[in-house]
């Protein structure tokens, strides 16, 4: 069979870099997309730190279609009809270099792919990769309907659910467990009403986070992004958490509630729903990250399970960025040796450790297992919402002091075995 | 107020396929009890048809998340993505 230097399967953030990358070194390259342009069958929370990634993208990262510059972190608290918010602002954000921005994918990858493309990278849409083709044991090629396509190297980057990693025999079948479903909304607003809702600057925006009872107890929280024009809001709820509780809550239901809160519609109101939309996110940190590479195969981006929820701050795409670009220099190397074997790919690992994609995923093991604890979805953020209610009401009787009135609130919540374990858990993040 | 569902999902781009890209397997759909695909589907787009007694998913709707497959710890959803050209195309993503 004819081979092409390299086949690159999605173009997502990962398969993308991976597709610039390997052309920019002068190699052939064809990536294959199943939406009908790169983005359009991804969704994203909305926000990529710039740092990290821009070392692997230094030509092209500053003109980047971001939608704004993250000026501001929002925390909401929610018990049940009551809510705790705080916001955390720096001078030094609004000023360059910016740290984070909000993006929009649909726009943000098909500029990355013109980008692939102005270097000389096939980019694809409309092509769904159905197969692995294989040869004397290692993978030659994709399949896609009756077309076969060989090549030395397939980079396999094909999302969260990554089929491929799995026909390739890299990972065992997704558990619920390791597994969240992220639904989101995308309202428009105008500019204008946008900077003064949210006291931002024009190109400023705000990130928030949203805890407590909007997941019922689940694991999960909320996020709402600013954009140029537009507002993401979404929930994310476990997987494992959803099928397991027994609160008759369904996911559209509890995006509703989501949406329905004043404390979210305080932000959204009159905004237009221009688009809905969900996918499955891995929650499980380096738990789930599957064997990386095999005899001409890679795997990079969220098919490798590159994300890391650390409550605060949500992190994938710059993993992606970062992962597609060492997936492609491995790549180069390889091809250069004339030697795409197992033991000749597996440099890509090495890579991914001197880099901070795989020392972050590794610091961050424990993650999951703190949060997904359901104490931290019920008793803490309505602890917070009736601390400070109590401290706020003023009513007929005389008032308590403050120290007695929050020690008696702890008292009532927190101070307990439960929440010594919490904390002795929560030492591993 | 609040948008149904099927609202919502009204306002995506979607060209569906005239066959579906998820086919369950009504014998282990029969011995199941739970029917966590209902709850878990963002798009609400499973059912249980009362007359039959047949699950139904509207895979029209689908949003391509692929919950419903990971949810089923049965085994009875086959899933596979829509063919090139075909379900929800993001213009936001």
Not at chain 1, 323 to 345: F, I, K, P, R, Y
Not at chain 2, 4 to 26: G, P, R
Request: overall charge negative.
């Amino acid at each position: 069979m004819d081979k092409i230097d390299a086949i690159v399967v999605g173009g997502g953030l990962a398969g993308l870099c991976a597709a610039y990358r390997l052309a920019d070194a002068g190699r052939q390259v064809i990536l294959l997309e199943r939406g009908d342009a790169p983005g359009s069958k991804n969704v994203t929370g909305g926000r990529i730190y710039v740092d990290p990634v821009r070392a692997y993208l230094p030509e092209i990262i500053d003109s980047a279609p971001f939608e704004r510059h993250v000026v501001r972190e929002m925390i909401t608290i929610l018990d049940e009809g009551s809510a705790l918010q705080f916001e955390y602002g720096n001078e030094r954000w609004r000023r360059e270099p910016f740290m984070s921005h909000t993006v929009l994918r649909a726009k943000f990858d098909s500029w990355l792919a013109d980008q692939a493309s102005a270097k000389g990278a096939f980019v694809i849409p409309k092509k769904k990769v159905d197969d692995l083709l294989w040869e004397d044991g290692r993978v030659a090629g994709i399949r896609s309907g009756t077309e076969e396509i060989g090549a030395h190297v397939v980079i396999a980057a094909d999302g969260a659910l990554s089929f491929l990693t799995q026909k390739a025999g890299l990972r065992q079948p997704h558990k619920p467990e390791d597994l969240a479903v992220a639904i989101k909304e995308i309202y428009q607003l105008d500019e204008k009403t946008i900077e003064e809702r949210f006291g931002l600057g024009p190109d400023e925006g705000a990130a928030g986070l949203f805890m407590g009872s909007v997941t019922r107890g689940m694991f999960g929280g909320g996020f709402l992004y600013t954009n140029q024009d537009t507002l993401s809001l979404g929930l994310v709820v476990g997987i494992g958490s959803l099928i397991h509780d027994t609160g008759g809550f369904d996911a559209p239901g509890l995006m509703d509630g989501f949406i329905e809160r004043p404390e979210v519609q305080r932000w959204v109101r009159g905004g237009e729903l221009k688009e809905y939309s969900a996918h499955v996110i891995s929650e499980a940190g380096i738990g789930a990250v599957p064997k990386l590479y095999t005899g001409g195969m890679l795997v990079a981006g969220d098919a490798a399970g590159f994300a890391l929820n650390l409550g605060l701050t949500v992190r994938g795409m710059e993993f992606a960025i970062a992962s597609g670009v060492m997936a492609a220099d491995t790549v180069v190397e390889a091809l250069d040796g004339n030697d795409v074997s197992e033991t000749s790919l597996s440099r890509y690992e090495k890579r991914l450790r001197e880099s901070f994609v795989l020392p972050d995923m590794e610091t961050f093991r424990h993650s999951r297992d703190v949060l997904d604890r359901q104490r931290f979805f019920t008793v803490y953020p309505r602890f917070m919402c009736e601390l400070f209610d109590e401290l706020f009401t003023v009513g007929a009787k005389p008032k308590e002091g403050l120290y007695r009135t929050a020690k008696r609130v702890a008292k009532k919540h927190v101070l307990n075995m439960e929440t010594l374990k919490d904390l002795l858990a929560a030492r591993k993040l | 107020m609040t948008m149904k569902v099927e609202e919502k999902i009204a306002v995506n781009a979607m060209k569906n396929d005239t066959k579906s890209h998820i086919v369950l397997d009504q014998t282990i759909c029969a011995g199941c009890r739970e029917r966590m695909c209902i709850a878990v589907c963002p798009g609400h787009l499973y059912s249980l048809n009362e007359e039959t007694g047949e699950m139904v998913v509207e895979y029209a709707g689908c949003l391509e998340c692929g919950t419903c497959m990971i949810a089923c710890i049965y085994g009875s959803i086959a899933w596979d993505y829509p063919g090139g050209e075909y379900g929800v195309q993001y213009r936001y993503g």
